[in-house]
């Protein structure tokens, strides 16, 4: 594969009481692939996911993402504000803040002027189709809207990468059908999406599925021919 | 965001509030009490156009608090004194009894330096050879409900109010004075006095003459009106004991804010998790806990600073059975403000740190 977007080459990762999430997984992921990885519950998903999106760090082998070497940062917060965006099982939206004020929160990292800050974050909310929920807070907000809204704020730093584990966990069928929806569309615009889940309706909207049991990737099937 | 989060834990947020207020009031209470206090003993001293008061030196194995008398020849002495413009003996009576109220008395020469700063407001002044009268102060009068032609009940002794004065000093506000001869006679004290106030005929040749007293007079110190005040009247004890107090009040405090901003940390978690996977920076994190901290502490300032006042005056306009004196200084306004910062601060920079090096995984994942 040309250019990959990410690289794992032999990645581990035990945590303390010696539990192996991940036994020396190889892994490539293209530019503007849409990639979902599957597997039971306990297989290693999440950590694969928290590894690649840099929350976590492993115990050995090499991440490259955007090529970037992961091992060798110090600090891991920098990658993650430019180069990836997560979207979580729950929206974990911070209640205080509206639908608007939440987008933002990536953005103020980046210490972007508020006025530029708010538009965007506007754009966004259009874009995931919630340009009429922008004031409220999330307590007002659906289970669907509001992971939208996580979706919005994944993209505020324009990543690379989209980070999804288990987006559709928490929804009914509908919502979850029009996150993925979301998703799918952000796919084609040419964003790399990797989602995790154990959903297998939800895996099929994919076009490539990796599937790891025990910490190892047992399958990786290609829907459609991919061209990077 | 600062402002929001700490209004979700509205009865949380009050109680920290409530607390810093308790401690900055408590200091504002006890510090302007204190300082007040040293200002006024100091002002009473040095007021009356004296710059020196000679007192019984403090008998080795006592300390603060003693007060002393001397033999009333000296007065006349120390008038013949070369250097020395003018005396004028005080007989000082603290804690002294009635029926009604503890207050001081003041024996005084009438005509005497003492006698310039009462500013007379009903009534008429004492004379010579008055007999056992009393002129009363003004907190004195308002808090006794008595005015000229009424008595005073003094050590056993009926007494008539001639006068009622004023000097701006609570401590003699809140007290009376009465002749010399009469307060010696009253309380026992005849041939002694309990200072001697001096002016000097040079003020710049002061140290110089309190040299040759103290030369003269080894059992005596010739003091200037702040040491009086600060060796013979305890007040350094009371400025301690101010702070100790102040500071307890001030560590309970700290503790308040840190326990509400550790509390908080560990109920959003979560939320910390969040901010880190979208970029936050922990500068950024610390900076949002630490500013909350700073909040509370601000408003509990503000609050606190305004029951301190309150109490302040309050306590230096009603009469009690000692009348204490308030001083308000910018120093004071603003130390308070800037100590509650403090308390913010330290409260809330243990728990900030913590939150920034939470393990983002671990934080996303509590329930």
């Known amino acids: 594969m040309p250019h990959p977007i990410v690289i794992l080459r032999r990645v581990s990762k035990v945590y303390p009481r010696g539990v192996v999430a991940l036994r020396e997984v190889d892994l490539e992921i293209g530019r503007g692939e849409f990639v979902a990885i599957v597997g039971p519950s306990g297989s290693g998903k999440s950590t694969l996911l928290h590894l690649v999106g840099g929350l976590d760090r492993p115990s050995s082998g090499e991440i490259r993402v955007g090529g970037m070497a992961l091992n060798g940062q110090k600090n891991l917060t920098l990658f993650r504000r430019r180069t990836v965006g997560f979207v979580f099982q729950s929206h974990h939206l911070i209640p205080v803040l509206t639908a608007l004020e939440n987008v933002e929160l990536p953005m103020v990292a980046l210490r972007m002027p508020q006025d530029v800050r708010r538009r965007r974050a506007a754009h966004l909310l259009a874009r995931v189709g919630l340009a009429h929920r922008m004031t409220h807070l999330p307590g007002d907000l659906s289970g669907g809207e509001s992971q939208r809204v996580a979706v919005a704020r994944a993209l505020a730093n324009d990543p690379a990468l989209l980070l999804a584990d288990e987006p559709t966990g928490e929804l009914d069928s509908e919502s979850g059908r029009a996150v993925v929806g979301l998703l799918e569309e952000l796919n084609r615009e040419g964003r790399t999406v990797v989602i995790v889940t154990h959903n297998l309706q939800v895996a099929e909207a994919a076009t490539r599925e990796v599937t790891l049991r025990d910490g190892s990737v047992v399958g990786d099937r290609r829907k459609v021919a991919f061209r990077a | ?367």
């Open chain 2, 1 to 367: 965001m600062v402002l929001r989060n700490l209004l979700r834990r509205k009865v949380r947020t009050t109680l920290t509030v409530a607390a810093v207020a308790l401690s900055i009031g408590a200091t504002v209470a006890l510090l302007g009490i204190s300082t007040g206090l040293v200002r006024q003993v100091a002002a009473v001293v040095s007021e009356s156009g004296s710059e020196l008061t000679v007192v019984q030196r403090i008998p080795k194995g006592l300390t603060f608090g003693y007060v002393g008398t001397l033999p009333e020849p000296m007065v006349g002495e120390l008038a013949a004194t070369e250097g020395v413009a003018r005396v004028s003996p005080v007989l000082f009576i603290p804690g002294a009894l009635t029926r009604d109220v503890v207050f001081l008395v003041y024996g005084v020469e009438p005509g005497g330096l003492e006698m310039r700063r009462a500013r007379l407001l009903t009534g008429r002044t004492l004379r010579d050879g008055d007999g056992p009268a009393v002129i009363l102060g003004t907190r004195a009068a308002q808090g006794m409900g008595k005015g000229v032609g009424d008595n005073l009940e003094l050590a056993g002794r009926t007494l008539p109010i001639v006068g009622i004065y004023r000097t701006g000093v609570n401590l003699e506000d809140g007290g009376a004075m009465m002749g010399l001869r009469g307060a010696q006679e009253i309380f026992g004290a005849q041939g002694r006095v309990s200072l001697i106030k001096v002016k000097a005929a040079d003020p710049i040749r002061v140290q110089a003459l309190r040299g040759a007293i103290e030369r003269r007079y080894p059992e005596a110190s010739a003091l200037t009106s702040e040491e009086f005040a600060a060796d013979r009247l305890n007040l350094e004890a009371a400025v301690q004991a101010g702070w100790a107090v102040s500071l307890i009040a001030i560590l309970l405090s700290v503790f308040a804010v840190a326990n509400t901003v550790a509390m908080s940390v560990l109920e959003r978690a979560r939320e910390i998790g969040i901010l880190q996977a979208v970029g936050w920076g922990r500068g950024r994190i610390v900076a949002l806990f630490l500013g909350e901290s700073l909040v509370l502490s601000a408003v509990g300032g503000v609050v606190g600073l305004g029951l301190g006042l309150g109490a302040l005056r309050l306590l230096s306009e009603t009469y009690l059975t000692l009348p204490l004196p308030a001083a308000v200084t910018p120093t004071l306004l603003g130390g308070a403000l800037a100590l509650a910062l403090a308390v913010g601060a330290l409260g809330g920079c243990l728990p900030s740190w913590r939150a920034a090096r939470l393990d983002p995984v671990q934080a996303i994942r509590q329930l």
